[in-house]
């Protein structure tokens, strides 16, 4: 079979199987959860020697050590994904949920009802728990999933996926409902991303490049996640000493994620007070400042930032640092320059901390809190399936309710229009 | 300037105004609503001679006298256009509405707040009225809009955004928070569509060629409204009589658009029962029958259905009819058939009434009502932007909460992550 063939039966294949996803009951998902956990801790060793297949593949076309790191499957990434399974096991569930009910003048009883979405293919990089989290993420709510992961884990993937098709296989469940694209060739992707009539939405996870192919080439709907260019503004009156803890966490508690702060706006009238002492922690912390003039007076000896460095996602330790001269300036410095990812306020003002939350158009607007908390998990929603930068659908850390959508359910009794 | 400078250039602007049109609080909107329906009635003069320029230049290429007459602006139109903005205005403001919030253990406050899209492209055929509706809906709720209507009705839409810019600017608003494609080159669609960095949403409203080239060639994400097969099943044991008026309603109350019934589905055990007087008042009302086998037994001289007439969406005085052995049957009938639009079952049984409504997957599910009622304003969402047949984002009718998303917001008071 070529590929096409082999990705358009996928296709058929993961519709039938979401047909029945959606009439399972919550109970029989989370046990069939449970025992996909207990089964990947029960075949580690195959998984592992499955694993080892692509990591000498990986060495033998030169990845980077770090890119093997993260492609390595060992004893605790297998536990880590088990437990990643019992925890969606225990989320609510929301397929068949009514999220507002009303009735019309007619007497016609109106509600909304959480259903699944149907079938979702998952483009990823690397890692192999992406194959897992995402599984067990689609399968808790209704959905059947197609993946396909990078191809220097193929063996690790499928290895997986067989561990999930085996359970489901022999708890009655359609099999079909997780699927592991079996194939190397990159012309899968295209044809994956052409199956609008089979397939509900792509989400695409990796780097800028990936996404943007995804973007590109699908006549099917994606959920983008583009980068975060996160700013903190620390407002004229802030708590010094917690802009201070703000900022530090937002920059270096793990600088290499999208949620980290990637330019630090300071009001004027703060700039005296609050640069030199963060300065000095951040330069203890290994953090390299690229300044605005103003800043540069403030911190002799800072390099000057560019009109580049305003846009750019570092994901690493440096630091824009720009001084403004109130929060309007700061709204439409982030306006400008930001992703619409994460954007903070640290202020003791109770207007303007109403108005920074009104005006600021980011998926996450904090107050006086680290921007590091956009993250599903942070926030409550239970495990994430990714961040979305783009506005149809989701907006910010999608959970499992962001794999529903709802339909109308109208009770009458006998209505008709005249 | 060549048409993509010219696109271009509005793209830029709405974005710009969206901006503006987000903080813009409700009272202020709703006044300016009102100003534009004042306005409309007060231009109708100059707006039906504009509108007369097009229908001489529909006559010369000879348009149809349907498409003719869905071209003309009436006093009447004007009236509706006038009072359809008011409407808007009465309507609750969605932005800024909470729509969810809780507290989490680290004690910040996270909720989820409703926010414009930002830019919305509606692609439209014939109807000038559509550029009032959809104008007035994206203005309510926040947006920018980018109109583009049909060629043939260039003058009436661009007299129309005409009257709109004026009230625009005299009330102080962003003007190009209201912006119609003022040229008839085709290209213009393919160069909106290329806009993803403008442009958050693109609508088309019209005919299923309009909706695919948009979805084929678009980059930014699009709410499609395909066509809508529905069915009514009458159930065993169902009641007769209002088996009868809702079919009747659904097929002949307005058999030319989406929410008609195109099949009728009849348990076994009804059939005999229920067809004969049924297929004497379709035809009374000149509905034409074609039938499966048992259906063309019990109606003799009905024409058989043929596999084709299954999948038909005849938006016409046509009715295919299938006689199925139990709701199964009618379900499997309806997955495979039908198009996710409208599906009612009319029943007596509280088992399979709420079975019905779990298993069946399509935007409207109804017991004991007729399918006209997939409707925003049947349903009580107020006016209706469109009825999106896929998934992401809205299944149904859109309202004007389905023109926004929502935000994360987050209160702290100092909150890191640790």
Known sequence: MNV????LEMAREAKAAAVQMARCPSARKNEVLHKIADQLEADAAFIQSENAKDLEYARGIGLSDAMIDRLTVKDATIRSMADGLREVAALEDPVGAVTRSWTRPNGLEVSRMRIPLGVIGIIYESRPNVTIDAAGLCFKSGNAVILRGGSEALHSNQALAGVISRVLRETGMPEKAVQVVPVRDRAAVNVLLAQEE?????????????IRFVVEHSRIPVLKHYKGVCHVFVDQGADIAMAEE???NAKVHRPGVCNAMETLLVHRAEAEAFLPNMARRFEAAGVTLRGCPETCRILPGTPPASEADWYEEYLDLILAVRVVD???AAIAHMTQYGSSHTEAIVTSDYRRARRFVRDMDASVVLVNASTRFNDGGQLGLGAEIGISTSKLHAFGPMGIDELTTTKFVVFGDGQIRS
Chains 1, 2 share one sequence.
Not at 4 to 7: A, F, M, P, R
Not at 198 to 210: A, K, Q, T
């Open 4 to 7: 096409e063939s082999v990705i």
């Open 198 to 210: 089979y397939i509900d939405l792509i989400i695409p996870r990796g780097g800028e490049g990936l």
């Open 246 to 248: 703000i900022s530090f």
């Open 326 to 328: 109130d929060m309007d």
